[in-house]
T-cell receptor, first 111, second 112 residues
Framework: GEDVEQSLFLSVREGDSSVINCTYT??????LYWYKQEPGAGLQLLTYIFSNMDMKQDQRLTVLLNKKDKHLSLRIADTQTGDSAIYFC???????????FGSGTRLLVRP | DTGVSQDPRHKITKRGQNVTFRCDPISEHNRLYWYRQTLGQGPEFLTYFQNEAQLEKSRLLSDRFSAERPKGSFSTLEIQRTEQGDSAMYLC??????????FGQGTRLTVV
C-alpha cells in the first residue's frame, strides 16, 4: 500500500485508549476504512467514514478524518486484550471500487 | 453462517501445478472482489466483478491468473503454472453498497 501509510506497531496497556494513525495521498478518496485482522483470519470491517465527514463514533471506536492533512485515525477506548490484532486503514477512490490498503498496524494490548 | 465463504482454506501445491479457488459471496451481493495478501503487507487488489461482468483487473493479475463469475453468484480464481512467488493469502470480498465490503477467511496458498 504505497499510497496509504501506517505505523507498524503500537503497544498499550489494557484499559487505556489506543490511537492508530494513517495517512493517505489521494484527495479524491470517497470512503476511508478501518479493518481488523486476527492471526490466520480474513479482514473484519470495523468502521468507515465518508470523506465529507470529520468524525464518526461507534461504541468504543472513534474515527477522525483531517482531509486537509490527509490523515485518518482510529481511537479505541478502554482497549481490551481481545483488541490485539492488525489494523488496516484503506481508501476507496472515486473512480474505482477497489480498496487501497496500508501495510497495517499491529496492536498489542498488555494485561 | 451467511458471510463470505472461501474454499479451500489452505492449499499446498507443487510449482508448475494449476490451482483453483472458490468464493461464495454474501447472498444478493452483486459486487465481488479478489485480493492477494503477502506476509506483513496489506491486501492488494486483483480484480472486481459486478454481477457476472469483470469490470476491473490489476496489473498484478498476470496471464497465468484468471477469474470468473459465470452466473453472477460464486466466483473462481485459477492460477496456472504456479510459481513460488504466488504463495500468499487470497482473499475474496463482496458488497452490495459501495462502502461496505465484507471479506471471507481467505485461502492460504503455499507453492513448494
Amino acid at each position: 500500500g504505497e499510497d496509504v501509510e501506517q505505523s507498524l506497531f503500537l503497544s498499550v496497556r489494557e484499559g487505556d485508549s489506543s490511537v492508530i494513525n494513517c495517512t493517505y495521498t489521494d484527495s479524491s478518496s470517497t470512503y476511508l476504512y478501518w479493518y481488523k485482522q486476527e492471526p490466520g483470519a480474513g479482514l473484519q470491517l470495523l468502521t468507515y467514514i465518508f470523506s465529507n465527514m470529520d468524525m464518526k463514533q461507534d461504541q468504543r471506536l472513534t474515527v477522525l478524518l483531517n482531509k486537509k492533512d490527509k490523515h485518518l485515525s482510529l481511537r479505541i477506548a478502554d482497549t481490551q486484550t481481545g483488541d490485539s490484532a492488525i489494523y488496516f486503514c484503506a481508501e476507496n477512490r472515486e473512480s474505482s471500487y477497489k480498496l487501497i490498503f496500508g501495510s497495517g498496524t499491529r496492536l498489542l494490548v498488555r494485561p | 453462517d451467511t458471510g463470505v465463504s472461501q474454499d479451500p482454506r489452505h492449499k499446498i501445491t507443487k510449482r508448475g501445478q494449476n490451482v483453483t479457488f472458490r468464493c461464495d459471496p454474501i447472498s444478493e451481493h452483486n459486487r465481488l472482489y479478489w485480493y492477494r495478501q503477502t506476509l506483513g503487507q496489506g491486501p492488494e487488489f486483483l480484480t472486481y466483478f459486478q454481477n457476472e461482468a469483470q469490470l476491473e483487473k490489476s496489473r498484478l493479475l498476470s496471464d497465468r491468473f484468471s477469474a470468473e463469475r459465470p452466473k453472477g453468484s460464486f466466483s473462481t480464481l485459477e492460477i496456472q503454472r504456479t510459481e513460488q512467488g504466488d504463495s500468499a493469502m487470497y482473499l475474496c470480498a463482496s458488497s452490495l453498497k459501495v462502502a461496505e465490503a465484507f471479506f471471507g477467511q481467505g485461502t492460504r496458498l503455499t507453492v513448494v
